[in-house]
């Protein structure tokens, strides 16, 4: 009676003993999965989780022979109530994820001024962390100011070769209530990060010492920061330096393994892969390292242990359809049909269905499936009259928004004109330009500027003219609601101009929340192409240059006088002026143009225009005159002389902006220095030296002083013969002109009090002084 009692009790002590081992072999993979670090070491510092590769303190972090301490952070218990992650050189971290995020805060760059327009701090900031770029995806270069203009420089690898990165931007308005929202350029301008920058400096300046914004907005300031991040720039306008100074911003750099690829790491003879199982090895973009992640269907920390498979059936992520039953699997998951049901696979897409026939279904199911069959039928008559409405909503939008850009107010202006006085202007729909354009594909852009983006395409509209015809399609800015008549006139005024040495407005679409602008194509490009192509400029004879500012000087003079509603083009530059096969001018690009008051007085308006070619009084005053064109066209004169660019950051401050530059030469008596050698011969000495004098008349500081376009053209003309006009032997600039242009200031007394600070420990050189550059447009 003994024996089976022993047996029992053995049996059930075995049970228990499996149990238990299956239950803490459970236990060790669940912790396992959810430890983030190494055993024994810290997995938060605060609030902030810390994954491996990552690690607080000795042995809790990733390296090998190849890598230093990149991945070492420290958690700074000074305040005991909110510690901080620290990595490298102080530099604070925010967060870091798995899928190669870290998140730091950084300071901003600033330049304040007080009474009287003195300095009182003028602050940059550089941010590295080695071997990690910064993300081109997540980030914005930022700067915020109503007189202001920055700098971001900073080094960049791609594809293992280093480079150093320049850009910037700039920013102006009047007041305080003018500052965009949307960092547009007007209060507020915002830059690219390029790929592969690991250090970047920002150096934030004003034009004016904030002179004349100083009771609203008396810093410039500059600064990285993520996107999803961006301050709002009217809560930054009126802060002071004491804001800036303490102020920290968030930026997102790219982490990976650096210093290896995923086959160099395979092939280390003493390093194992640092890619654990049921993940993949993905290596970065121009060299940075590689990453690891985890396969589909699985989870965790690919660099600590293997990823955990998904239970998907659990989570309730499958598409299995009842009746059928999901069973998981390792990294997936599959559907299986109960028994009784033999079709389907049971998915939502092939859902089980019963073996039995239709006669041998019960009643209750018929019923059940009757009313679901009138339930589906009802959905898609559903669908249908939604579908229906959509169509009709989708023709109340194109007609409010036909009312909204002004095409009534058009359609009125072009019944009963007289066909003489232009070429009528052709009415597209919304499918004509889609179709014409491959639906605005990437492909067909040929052209983007600060007033628009400009698309190539083929027109096939039928019983028109323009069938087959080749055209350049124009997605403007959106028109301002109180703006809709005078941007109607602008459009019919442009249809009237009939000049050889115009780019054609051919027709419009206002169907869309944007207007679209339908102008002829020119294939061969613009004269800045031209000039600035070592091999296309050869081309460019004097002659033809010669031919090339005539006409251009007789298209002016044509918008300025010759029709009945004068236009002031207000973007005149190499870039908007198009060539065709036999380099003919085209001037193209009225997105900025203004019609003229037909009294002549001055136009007050937004500042616009382009940085190198913008008139300095239509910059101080904000109003526009015919002789701010006469302005821009001197700059494209001094290109055509020289083929020299209108700014090149590239080069000296002295030399940077053509204008002043060549100003400069041709008060030392130092002409032939700055021309194009190709071009200076016995023939044309004469003629390049009246031109240059012309150029000079054009650069004048005061409008008034300036010719007029028809004046200017009727001196190229005279110049391509013989002869001399009487202002060419005037005397030259004033004193007072040539310390402008030259970007000398008087009567500012600056009291500089700089700082030399960096992020990451190096020293950033910052020099104060006067600011010798031409005043730039909002933000172009």
């Known amino acids: 009676m003994h024996k089976p009692t022993m047996i029992n009790f053995s049996l059930g002590l075995l ?25 024994n070491c810290p997995e938060k510092c605060g609030n902030i989780s810390v994954p491996y590769p990552f690690g607080i303190g000795k042995n809790c972090y990733y390296t090998n022979p190849f890598v230093g301490s990149y991945y070492n952070l420290t958690c700074n218990n000074t305040n005991t109530s909110s510690p901080s992650l620290v990595h490298g050189y102080n530099i604070e971290v925010l967060n870091i994820t798995l899928d190669g995020q870290f998140r730091v805060l950084s300071h901003v760059s600033y330049a304040c001024y007080g009474l009287k327009s003195r300095l009182e701090g003028n602050t940059s900031w550089r941010i590295t962390i080695h071997k990690f770029p910064l993300s081109t995806t997540e980030n914005s270069l930022l700067a915020i100011g109503c007189d202001t203009f920055v700098w971001f420089s900073g080094a960049m690898t791609t594809s293992n070769q280093k480079k150093v990165f320049r850009t910037g931007c700039m920013t102006l308005c009047n ?16 830059a690219a990060i390029p790929s592969g920058v690991s250090s970047i400096k920002v150096k934030a300046k004003s034009y004016y ?61 003493d ?33 600590l242990h293997d990823c955990q498979d998904i239970d998907e059936c659990a989570e309730g992520r499958h598409l299995c359809k009842e009746p059928a039953l999901c069973i998981n699997t390792m990294g997936s998951y599959s559907c299986t049909c109960p028994r009784g049901y033999s079709r389907g696979n049971g998915t939502m897409v092939d859902p089980c269905i019963p073996d039995k026939k239709g006669a041998e279904i019960p009643m209750k199911i018929r019923i059940i499936c009757g009313i679901g069959g009138g339930i589906i039928v009802c959905f898609i008559v559903a669908i249908l ?13 194109r007609e409010a928004f036909f009312h909204q850009n ?32 491959n639906n605005y594909s990437e492909s067909s852009i ?42 109607i006139n602008e459009i ?39 000039l600035h192509d070592e091999r296309k400029v050869r081309l460019l004879t004097w002659d033809i240059r010669l031919r090339i500012a005539t006409e251009v000087s007789e298209v002016l003079a044509y918008l300025h006088s010759t029709i009945c509603i004068p236009i002031i083009h207000r973007d005149i530059k190499s870039a908007n002026i198009l060539l065709d096969a036999s380099k003919t001018a085209k001037v193209s690009d009225f997105g900025a143009s203004k019609l003229s008051p037909t009294d002549q007085e001055q136009l007050a308006s937004m500042v616009q225009g382009t940085c190198g070619y913008l008139d300095p009084e239509y910059m101080q005053s904000g109003e526009l005159t015919e002789k701010s064109d006469v302005y821009s066209f001197g700059v494209v004169l001094v290109e055509l002389l020289t083929k020299e660019k209108a700014i090149c950051y590239a080069k000296t401050e002295a030399e940077r902006c053509l204008a002043v530059y060549f100003l400069r030469k041709l008060k030392e008596d130092r002409l032939f220095e700055i021309l194009d050698n190709d071009m200076v011969n016995d023939d044309a000495i004469e003629q390049l030296k009246e031109v240059a004098n012309l150029a000079r008349r054009c650069l004048k500081l005061k409008g008034e002083d300036r010719p007029t376009m028809k004046e200017v053209a009727r001196e190229l003309e005279r110049i391509k013969g013989v002869g001399l006009h009487p202002w060419s032997n005037n005397s030259g600039l004033s004193r007072d002109e040539s310390e402008y242009l030259l970007g000398e200031t008087k009567g500012v007394t600056n009291h500089h009090s700089s700082s030399n600070k960096s992020i990451d420990g190096g020293p950033v050189s910052n020099q104060s002084g006067v600011v010798q550059l031409m005043p730039l447009n909002d933000g172009r």
């Open 15 to 39: 049970c228990d003993s499996l149990f238990v081992i299956v239950m803490v072999g459970i236990l060790m993979t669940t912790s396992m999965a959810s430890n983030i670090a190494l055993p």
């Open 271 to 303: 390093q194992q892969h640092i890619c654990k199982g049921n993940s993949s090895c993905i290596d970065m973009p121009d060299r940075w390292g590689y990453r690891c992640q985890c396969n589909s269907g699985f989870r965790g920390n690919p660099y």
């Open 209 to 269: 010492n904030h002179t004349f914004v100083q009771d609203f907005n008396p810093c410039s300031v500059a600064f990285p920061v993520a996107s999803d991040e961006i301050p709002s720039p009217i809560d930054f306008i009126s802060q002071n330096m004491s804001y800036f100074k303490e102020l920290k911003l968030p930026v997102v750099f790219n982490w990976s393994i650096a210093n290896a690829s995923c086959k160099s790491e395979r092939d280390l003879k």
């Open 446 to 487: 040929v052209g983007r500027g600060g007033f628009g983006i400009v698309f190539k395409g083929t027109l096939t509209k039928k019983a028109t003219s323009l069938t087959n015809q080749i055209v350049a399609i124009k997605r403007s800015l959106k028109v301002d609601s109180s703006q809709v008549e005078q941007f």
């Open 492 to 530: 019919v005024a442009l249809s009237q101009i009939n000049n050889k040495n115009v780019v054609k407005l051919l027709g419009c679409c206002l169907e869309t929340e944007v207007p679209l602008l339908v102008y002829e194509y020119i294939s061969n490009g613009t004269l800045y192409d031209h």
């Open 406 to 437: 002004g095409g009534h107010i058009l359609q009125q202006k072009l019944l009963g004109r007289d066909v003489s006085m232009g070429h009528m202007v052709e009415m597209f729909t919304v499918e004509e330009l889609k179709k014409a354009t």
């Open 175 to 190: 007041e305080q209530k003018e500052v965009s929202t949307s960092c547009s350029g007007v209060g507020c301008c915002k």
């Open 385 to 397: 009259i939604h579908w229906q409405f959509g169509n009709n909503k989708q023709l109340r939008m």
